[in-house]
Structure formats: structure tokens, C-alpha cells
């Protein structure tokens, strides 16, 4: 019997189980059936049969007696309904899913056999891919944030070589210190969009740092003592400073009411410090980390490009500066004589030259050495310099020669100084003064003066020579040429 059974399960059921509707009475024997896709003939062969001996052979001991108990209980208490979901593997091992319900009819329960099994697939594959959607979404924003990072990199790295490029290109350009210190300020402003930026450098002697160049709201003439405020405190212990809330910090010395950050970074070359590049900003801007590393970074390139521009401009005045005096050489003397006449010509304003010869020079050196003598050169060279006005040239011309340029100054004007050098060198106690034939060091000064004594820087420099060797007959004494 179970055998027939059997075989008739499996020609109703040989691949998936469809689904199907039952009957069955109160002894557990099937009444009716129907089952999809399939023919009357073959349902009728499972009419009569045991409906949980079909169940064990086609689902299994376990589930058919889950539904049994089901069964069961729907019989017993005439109105209840029951739901279950089972599961069921095929013939040819394939997952199948069923929605199981029971219900009671005329002593009877029918128990209804749904399918599902398409539904669920396409759930679990939805399933699935929802999952696998979820997967792609938070690599994807990881991936974001990670590109995030890397944009700000190439960003960062792209202003980097730019405000390099720039840096690195300005000493092609110029090599004018002030210059190089201006265009070092425009890229930092260009580049980062900092508005208020400022390069201080270290004054050695006064062992101050002095606003060289400034955009914004920085005093050009401000000092700062070494070690004092953000800025010196950075220059003194040679690294970056960064304060987030300038009013809360001590050293902030206010220099602008809207300034609530400050970054000070140090300017270093050979474990020298040259000075400092200060930038305040306002609460708007906000600085990322990655802005001090950018900040640090380029700090030596400018360093370096300012110490470039220092020491081709300490070339440039060895160049035309007299070794021993500190004043302007003969050879610079030539070209800036010739310059001033030029521009005295052009502006139609006057320019006189003093002539200056130190008397009886050639006794002193005689009586004393020449060591003795090349320090009275350079203490008559600094009294002619402190007489004079800044907007005047003083030159050593040679030997105990010196010449005085002095633009938009007439001859009248010029002797009034020649007047204030001669006297001052001649009441100043220069060492062993008292052993030269007039009892002290003196000078004679001859000037001449363009348009009225010359036309030329040649004619200027012999009529003021031909004024000095009038002054040198009587000696300590001013002369003016005098023309025919």
C-alpha cells in the first residue's frame, strides 16, 4: 500500500511540488483534492489515501507531523485557522517555499498548500541586492570621502607648486631684496587668499624684527623685540606658532582689531633666522591643519630666496663700497655722477659737488703710520657722512679724497654744509691731532654746481677740483668756483 502510495506521489510530484487544495476528514483520509496543473485522473488515484503518510513521503516525518498537530487542533476546536510556512527540498535538490493554511469546513479541514516558492526567490534576491546595494553605497562613501582627501591633497600639493613656482621665479626677475620680500607677498596673497600677511626680518644689531614688507593692515614701521608677541616668541624658538584665539592669548600684541587668528612661522636658513612671515586672519577664515603644513613647507623656499637676494645685495654693495671708509667707491661714483646729471638735466633742477681733501694727510701718515692714518680716513669719512643729508651721496674719490653729491641743492646751499664738515672735522680730537702743523686734523673743500659752474659730470668734477685746489692754498678753508 505505501508503496502505491509512493509511486503515485511521484508521478503527481516528480520535480516540485504544486499548489493544492485538500480535504480531509476526521480520520486523516483525503476527500477532495485539487492540484494545479494537473488532471483529474491523477488527483483522484491520491483520493482515499492517508493524506500524512502522502505528506511523510513527500515533505518529510518532521513537517508532517507539524501539520498533523495543526491538523489536529483546527479539527478539535471547529473555527480556529491555522497558518504555517514551510520549506522543502526537491527530487532535485532545489529549496521550495510554501504557505501553509488550515481551516475547518463540515467536520472536515481543508488545508490549502500555496506555492511561494517564485515570491521568495525574488524576495531573497531583492533581499540580496538591497544588501549588496547597501555594500556598494558605503564603499562608495568611503570611496567619496577618501577622493575628498585626496582632492584636498591635490589641492594643497597644486598651491604648494604654485607658491614654489612663484617663489623660485621671482630671483629670475629681480634680485632687489625689497622687491623679492613684495613679490614673495603678492603670491602668498594670490595663491592662499590671505589678506593681512606681513614679512618681518631680524635686525642683528637691535636684535628686533622690522616690518620689511606688509599687505593688509600691518604698520610698515613696527618692531618687534626678540622673543616678544606670537611673532618673536616663533622667531625665538624657531618653529611655527599657531593661535586659534589671539585674544586670549597674552602675547598677542594688537595690531588689528579684527584679527582673532595668528600664524607666526619662522624664517630659517644654516640654522640661521632671517625673520618671520606673519599672517592674521579674521574669524571667517578658518585654518586647516593643512594650511600650516603648507605654510611650513614653503617657509625654507622663501627663506632661502630672501637669503639669495641678501647676499647678491651684500655682493652688489661690496661692489661699490670702499672697504676701508664704508662709503660709496670711485667707480660708483662715476656712474651716479652721471645719472644725477642726467636727471638734473631732464627736471631742470640744480646738483652741486663738494670736493674733500684732508690737509697735511701725507705728515700725519709720516708721523704716525699708516694704521693710524687709515683710522682717521674712516673717522673724517663718518663725520662727512653724518653732516650730510640721506638723500646725498658721499664717495671716497682716493687717498684722503672725498666727494659729496648733493642733488636739487644749489652751490649757496652746498657751501653751508661744506661749511658744517669743515668745522666739525677740524674741532673733533682725532688721535695724536695735536702733532700736525696747524695742531689738529683739517680739511679743504672745493664746490661747484650744475647748471651755473658745469654742464657736464666732467665739467662738474673739474671745476669742483679747481674750487678744491683754490681751497688747498690757504688749507682749511671752503672755496666755490667762480666762473669767468
Known amino acids: 500500500m505505501t508503496d502505491l502510495i509512493h509511486k503515485s506521489m511521484l508521478n503527481l ?152 613656482f612663484r617663489i623660485t621665479s621671482i630671483v629670475q626677475k629681480t634680485v632687489n631684496e625689497q622687491e623679492v620680500l613684495e613679490e614673495i607677498l603678492d603670491g602668498i596673497t594670490r595663491e592662499f587668499g590671505y589678506s593681512d600677511v606681513s614679512i618681518l626680518l631680524l635686525d642683528e644689531v637691535s636684535n628686533e624684527l622690522k616690518v620689511r614688507a606688509s599687505r593688509g593692515n600691518t604698520n610698515v614701521d613696527f618692531r618687534i623685540p626678540m622673543g616678544e608677541g606670537i611673532t618673536g616668541y616663533a622667531a625665538l624658538h624657531r618653529e611655527l606658532i599657531y593661535v586659534d584665539d589671539v585674544q586670549g592669548d597674552d602675547r598677542y600684541i594688537r595690531t588689528n582689531v579684527n584679527s582673532s587668528r595668528e600664524v607666526a612661522v619662522p624664517l630659517i636658513v644654516d640654522d640661521k633666522v632671517l625673520g618671520v612671515l606673519n599672517i592674521e586672519v579674521s574669524g571667517e577664515r578658518v585654518i586647516q591643519p593643512y594650511d600650516l603644513d603648507l605654510l611650513r613647507s614653503i617657509s625654507s623656499q622663501i627663506a632661502m630666496t630672501i637669503a639669495h637676494a641678501k647676499h647678491v645685495a651684500n655682493v652688489e654693495l661690496q661692489a661699490i663700497t670702499d672697504a676701508m671708509t664704508g662709503l660709496y667707491n670711485y667707480r660708483y661714483f662715476r656712474t651716479l655722477l652721471q645719472q644725477e646729471i642726467k636727471r638734473a638735466a631732464r627736471y631742470k633742477r640744480p646738483l652741486s659737488m663738494v ?9 700725519y701718515n709720516d708721523t704716525n703710520g699708516h694704521i693710524m ?3 682717521v680716513l674712516y673717522m673724517a669719512a663718518s663725520l662727512i657722512k653724518s653732516i650730510c643729508r640721506d638723500t646725498d651721496y658721499v664717495f671716497r674719490y682716493g687717498g684722503e679724497e672725498f666727494a659729496v653729491l648733493l642733488p636739487e641743492t644749489t652751490v649757496n646751499e652746498a657751501y653751508e654744509i661744506a661749511e658744517r664738515v669743515r668745522k666739525m672735522i677740524s674741532d673733533f680730537q682725532f688721535p695724536n691731532c695735536q702733532n700736525q702743523p696747524k695742531g689738529s686734523i683739517t680739511v679743504s673743500l672745493g664746490i661747484a654746481g650744475y647748471p651755473n659752474s658745469a654742464q657736464s659730470d666732467i665739467e662738474l668734477v673739474d671745476c669742483a677740483d679747481a674750487a678744491l685746489y683754490l681751497a688747498k692754498r690757504t688749507r682749511n678753508t671752503t672755496c666755490t668756483y667762480e666762473t669767468k
Open 13 to 164: 510530484m516528480t520535480d516540485t511540488i504544486p499548489s493544492a487544495v485538500f480535504a480531509i476528514d476526521s480520520a486523516g483520509i483525503v476527500t477532495h483534492a485539487h492540484i494545479s496543473k494537473h488532471s483529474a485522473p491523477k488527483i483522484n488515484s491520491l483520493i482515499g489515501k492517508s493524506f500524512f503518510r502522502i505528506l511523510k513521503i513527500v515533505l518529510g516525518v518532521d513537517t508532517a507531523n507539524t501539520i498533523f498537530a495543526s491538523y489536529q487542533r483546527v479539527l478539535k476546536s471547529g473555527c480556529q485557522s491555522e497558518f504555517m510556512k514551510v520549506d522543502h527540498v526537491s527530487v532535485r535538490g532545489l529549496n521550495e517555499y510554501f504557505h501553509v493554511s488550515l481551516s475547518e469546513a463540515q467536520a472536515q479541514v481543508l488545508i490549502l498548500f500555496h506555492n511561494v516558492t517564485e515570491s521568495r526567490l525574488i524576495e531573497e534576491e531583492f533581499t540580496c541586492m538591497a544588501e549588496q546595494y547597501e555594500t556598494v553605497n558605503r564603499e562608495l562613501c568611503v570611496s567619496m570621502s577618501s577622493l575628498d582627501f585626496h582632492l584636498m591633497d591635490i589641492d594643497q600639493a597644486h598651491k604648494k607648486i604654485a607658491a614654489l
Open 355 to 363: 670736493m674733500i681733501d684732508i690737509d697735511f694727510f701725507k705728515h
Open 373 to 375: 692714518g687709515d683710522k
